[in-house]
């Protein structure tokens, strides 16, 4: 029983020891520690904005501090939970190397007043300051590389969603800068641009500025710009012989004979080499010259880089004599079964063209009138005569359209 209770008081005291040794050795005793790279935080930025004033320089981002503290609460430290504030709010004018004092605070369950702050390094941080530039400037396109004969590069009207952009940095920096630069290069380019683009921010010499305390508020630029492809086009009409008309005898000739043109490929491929300016009746022309303006209407994917908007056509005949003849000879066919038509006019006056030899030739009894009344309706109109002229005349036709006014109605009526 005494043995037993020895054994206790010896293990109660071995015990007691055991924690005043590690009380001594880790909690309560003296020690110091280094941390390194402890992040350097800026507070007060806002007052600096307000003050039109920016930091453009600091000296370190980081310090060292050796501190001193009982083991157990040095434990509780790393370089991540120790905060390091510098009051940048205790600036008010611009200047080099200015010298700010930094606060230390440590996590929430290390008692205050728990460190002495044996060492510090750096023991200040120095920050430059500048005032705060907000400027806009201009965009310039500047295009390089060696362009394509065969195609039109639009590069006057290129089309870019910035004009301007706004830089903001330290002023002895941002009033440097004049214009934004944006180089496109258009070698083997045969499709039309559009594209964001970086730009390059220069002073006034072209040269590019050290931007890299700038900020701005776009990062690209997007331009649109056409290219084209170029070709030349013939202009023609659509060209209809009737009143003795041929080939032979007539001359048709287009003042200009040909534009240059742009547009995508797909649409200049349909458009073909040549492009017609309208319809030319022969028949409805009366003098031996003729000069028709016509505007030139291309469709709206198509360019016309000539300038020229009218084409005069003059239209010539040679060897042809024109004669006028009264005739009675009024035929009527294809009248509606059930009507029956009734042509009020006695007569038709008709004017014909053709070859001298043959005109001198031609009588009344040679030209007739044919009128169908395929789709008549009941009541009196104008109906449309065709002009037949006896095959002995292969070269004589008639000018302009003729008609005569009719009556239709059911047959008895």
Request: some cysteine; overall charge negative.
């Amino acid at each position: 029983m005494k043995k037993s209770k020895l054994y206790s008081v010896l293990l109660s005291v071995v015990i007691a020891f055991g924690l005043w040794l590690f009380v001594i050795n880790n909690v309560s005793q003296e020690d110091n520690m280094t941390f390194y790279n402890i992040p350097v935080v800026m507070e007060g930025e806002s007052a600096l904005n307000e003050r039109n004033l920016m930091i453009t320089a600091v000296s370190s981002n980081t310090v060292s501090l050796n501190l001193s503290g009982t083991r157990s609460n040095l434990n509780k430290l790393n370089s991540g939970n120790i905060t390091v504030r510098v009051k940048l709010s205790e600036i008010y004018e611009p200047g080099e190397r200015i010298g700010l004092s930094y606060d230390i605070s440590y996590p929430g369950d290390v008692p205050e007043g728990a460190f002495v702050v044996e060492n510090k390094s750096p023991s200040s941080i120095y920050v430059n300051v500048d005032y705060r530039r907000n400027k806009e400037i201009p965009v310039q396109v500047k295009y390089t590389g060696t362009r394509s004969e065969n195609y039109i590069y639009d590069t006057e009207n290129g089309i870019l969603d910035n004009t301007v952009i706004t830089v903001i940095g330290p002023a002895e920096v941002a009033d440097q800068i004049e214009y934004a630069v944006v180089e496109v290069d258009l070698t083997d380019r045969v499709e039309s641009v559009s594209e964001d683009f970086r730009y390059t921010l220069c002073n006034a010499e072209g040269e590019p500025v050290d931007a890299e305390q700038i900020t701005t508020n776009v990062e690209t630029v997007h331009l649109d710009m056409k290219v084209q492809r170029i070709k030349v086009v013939t202009l023609t009409a659509d060209i209809r012989h009737g009143g003795g008309t041929n080939d032979q005898n007539t001359t048709v000739t287009f003042e200009p004979s040909s534009i240059r043109v742009s547009g995508s490929d797909a649409v200049l491929a349909e458009i073909g080499d040549t492009y017609s300016v309208g319809t030319i009746n022969l028949a409805e022309l009366e003098k031996s010259k003729n000069e028709l303006v016509y505007s030139i209407n291309l469709p709206e994917e198509v360019t016309n880089q000539t300038g020229v908007t009218e084409v005069t056509v003059t239209v010539q005949f040679t060897g042809l004599k024109t004669k006028e003849f009264t005739i009675d000879n009024i035929q009527s066919i294809n009248v509606p079964e059930g009507m029956e038509a009734e042509i009020i006019n006695a007569n038709l006056t008709v004017k014909v063209r053709g070859p001298a030899e043959e005109i001198d030739s031609l009588t009344e009894d040679d030209i007739t009138a044919v009128v169908d009344f395929s789709n008549a309706e009941v009541g009196t109109e104008t109906y449309k005569a065709v002009i037949n002229i006896s095959a002995e005349f292969p070269n004589v036709g008639a000018m302009k359209a003729s008609s005569v006014s009719a009556t239709v109605q059911a047959s008895g009526g």
